[in-house]
């Protein structure tokens, strides 16, 4: 198995890492929960800027953002990867973008060379997407691309080739996040990753099924070819994250019995 190396973090080898994320309105407070991850079970940290907002309410634009960014990479431990996410009003995130004005800000962020890796949209990057990876690329950035479905979980098989074009366009990591309606979902969620896997052996695959019914997909998506899971310190991101800490224990006990 090929794994993603960041700042020393091998994603897609040993036990899956845990992502953590980054979630607030005033620029202040992601940086003051970037320098409370010393203390977390976090191995990589996700700055999500949609949430972000300035003081008077407005959407800040790239050159706020890159700037919160830098913040927040100073704030974070030594040593520890960012991955920065913009997510969009279409996937669950909490700021609307125009696919040419999401296509650009993934530009800017590129170009600030501020973090370690960069969440991309498989649906809102469309076209752009190969053309973003390689960008991403040439400044050492290395790329998720990423898909999420919060009313439903798609066709096994669609899930698979949402999964495999994420390589195709491009992208060093693939991701998949899908809401169960029953606990069946959860398992194909499950059954997904693991034909993924199958298919690209050499690419590391973060996948989860969310809310309650999907949080066992959290814990055990090793198994089936996942290669990091998210956990929050604090602010959560996404529905049925689980506490950090309480996730590290899960993993390192499920990878005990998995390797004997």
Do not use: W
């Amino acid at each position: 198995m090929s794994a993603v190396v960041v700042r020393g973090v091998a994603i897609g080898t040993g036990l899956p890492k845990i992502i953590v994320p980054i979630f607030a309105a005033a620029p202040a407070e992601a940086v003051a929960q970037a320098g409370r991850l010393a203390d977390s079970a976090a191995d990589l940290a996700e700055l999500r800027l949609d949430p972000l907002r300035g003081e008077d309410g407005s959407l800040p634009d790239a050159p706020a953002l890159c700037r919160v960014m830098a913040q927040v990479r100073d704030a974070l431990p030594d040593g520890m990867p960012l991955l920065v996410t913009v997510r969009t009003a279409a996937e669950g995130g909490q700021r609307p973008f125009a696919p040419r004005e999401y296509a650009d800000l993934l530009r800017a962020l590129c170009a600030a060379g501020t973090a370690d890796l960069i969440d991309m949209e498989l649906h809102s990057a469309g076209d752009a997407m190969p053309e973003l990876c390689a960008a991403a690329h040439q400044v050492g950035l290395a790329v998720v691309a990423s898909m999420h479905d919060f009313d439903k979980t798609p066709p096994r098989a669609d899930m698979t080739a949402a999964l495999t074009a994420m390589r195709e366009k491009g992208a060093d990591i693939c991701k998949l996040a899908v809401m169960p309606r029953t606990v069946t979902d959860a398992a194909e969620l499950l059954a997904a990753t693991a034909d993924a896997k199958a298919a690209m052996p050499r690419t590391p695959l973060i996948t989860m099924s969310m809310g309650p019914l999907g949080a066992v997909t959290r814990v055990c998506g090793g198994a089936f070819g996942s290669a990091a899971t998210f956990g929050t310190a604090g602010a959560s991101s996404a529905p049925g994250q689980p506490d950090a800490a309480s996730l590290r224990q899960a993993l390192t006990a499920l990878g005990s019995c998995l390797n004997g």
